[in-house]
């Protein structure tokens, strides 16, 4: 997270778009921005720390949020709507004031006001709705997008097979000049209304999103989430749909019969199925383990490998699944195949081994990508 190139911002951009950027409804931008608020509070935004309870907390009246854990970078001031932007999507300060202030749909972009496109509103319903409603919205996207190719970041930079990626339907987005392209798109087939309450907003309309990554449940596409290619930044970001619940966890097409490799995050599931290892992924954190593991009951005829992150909050909350795993009856693997087993496996030496502490660092280390299946 960078906070700390305000000195050189500043200097470009004029004290009075700050001052509109800081006026911003902060409840308001921290809902756009995908957070799950519930009375003016949240898990808080940097990952660094434990949040049981909700440790951030928004205060209306100065416009600022503030993380109460003691330790938390949050902790020692308020923060304005910049720096909540700055941090939640890894912005510059620039580049946070450009999307409070342009970016965001609810804004007039001004080279494209003659074309008299008016962007969608946002959805501001406070309830988290299924996405099941509006499978027939995210299947069209989806149909109507390419495959990755080799070049993709996907492929080139994650190392993940292009089998693996067609066999669970992922696909690019393509950079578009004009912002409201696959907008355009999907009005030709779907009234305004519903198109903002499907939340695929953040997707569609993110020049940063490189691929689009489905979520079935029965055959049907009940949840989409947008991947953001790095660019100079350490890690790549998820895009969620606005306003609709966010399933709990990701799971990639499964060989029959075969063991599953329960790991964090889609990119590290598909990564472990490119090497034919079959994979479901925990994605969002913040739920409970007893929610993760009654997610993951209909996969208990299943052999479980537990793959958390080599780090402290990975290796912790896998520790409580595994008891959770153990009380329910699942059938798992006691010990942990982590990203240094991993490592081991492909005969990494041992100096390298230390330094890794997930499958992003492994990446570093990997010359060729895995094997076509
Ligand atoms: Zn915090």
């Known amino acids: 997270m960078k906070l700390i190139d305000k000195g050189i911002g500043i200097n470009l951009i004029s004290k009075g778009r700050i001052a509109q950027a800081k006026n911003y409804p902060i409840l308001d931008l921290a809902h756009q921005l995908g957070l799950e608020v519930r009375n003016k509070s949240c898990g808080c935004i940097n990952p660094s720390h434990e949040d049981k309870h ?3 907390s928004f205060d209306k009246r100065t416009n600022t949020f503030k993380c109460w854990v003691p330790t938390c970078q949050f902790n020692t001031k308020s923060h304005d709507t910049i720096d909540l932007v700055m941090a939640v999507k890894n912005l510059s300060f620039q580049e946070a004031i450009n999307f409070i202030l342009v970016d965001y749909p609810s804004q007039c972009i001004p080279s494209y006001q003659n074309t008299k496109k ?3 509103s946002v959805n501001r319903t406070k309830s988290a709705e299924n996405g099941e409603k509006y499978a027939d919205i995210y299947e069209y996207l989806i149909n109507f997008l390419p ?22 339907n992922i696909k690019r987005l393509i950079q578009q000049v004009n912002p409201y392209y696959y907008l355009n798109k999907l009005q030709e087939a779907f009234p305004r209304e519903r198109i903002k309450q499907s939340g695929i907003y953040p997707i569609v309309y993110d020049n940063n999103c490189c691929a689009v990554i489905p979520f079935y449940r029965e055959g049907r596409i009940i949840y989409l989430q947008g991947i953001a290619s790095p660019g100079k930044r350490e890690k790549a970001k998820v895009r969620n749909l ?19 490799n329960l790991c964090e995050g889609i990119i590290t599931a598909l990564y472990m199925s490119s090497f034919g290892y079959s994979s479901v992924a925990i994605i969002s954190g913040s739920d409970s383990t007893e929610t993760i593991a009654s997610n993951l009951t209909p996969f208990k005829d299943r052999k479980f490998f537990l793959c958390p992150d080599a780090d402290k909050v990975g290796i912790e909350t896998f520790n409580k699944i ?3 795993l153990f009380t329910q ?19 990494l030496d041992a100096k390298i081994l230390i330094k890794i502490k997930d499958l992003n660092d492994l990446r570093a280390y990997m010359q060729t990508p895995p094997k076509e299946q």
């Open 54 to 56: 909700p440790s951030m």
């Open 118 to 120: 008016t962007p969608l």
């Open 147 to 168: 495959y990755p190719d080799k070049s993709h970041y996907l492929v080139a930079d994650r190392k993940i097979s292009l089998d693996v990626l067609k066999a669970n």
């Open 242 to 260: 606005m306003g609709i619940i966010k399933p709990v966890i990701y799971v990639p097409e499964l060989k029959d019969n075969h063991s599953v």
């Open 322 to 324: 595994k008891k959770l």
């Open 329 to 347: 009856g699942f059938n798992y693997d006691s010990e942990y195949f982590n990203p240094i087993e991993l490592g081991r496996k492909l005969k």
